[in-house]
């Protein structure tokens, strides 16, 4: 059950641009994410993306009754 909460949490998070993806976990490997409206530094080399110290703002384009949006940790068209 928690599992759940915690999976329907993120993706909520994903879809309304608060959080993105800059790391996918597997096995002993945790996935990251960071606020959208902080710029992403990366000093030990651990995301999968490139870091930006401008924040992506993605909560900005969130529209409430838009469509949904992936959930990966894809960026969105700016």
Do not use: H
Request: aromatic share 8%; glycine share 8%.
């Amino acid at each position: 059950m928690l599992k759940d909460t915690i999976g329907n949490a993120l993706a909520e998070l994903l879809e309304k641009g608060l959080i993105e993806k800059t790391r996918q976990g597997f096995l002993r490997r945790c996935s990251l994410f960071a606020f959208t409206w902080w710029g992403i530094e990366d000093p030990q080399g651990k995301l999968d993306i490139s870091p930006n110290p401008v924040p992506s703002n993605l909560w900005q384009r969130y529209k409430k009754n838009a469509k949904p949006t992936p959930t990966s940790g894809a960026k969105l068209p700016r």
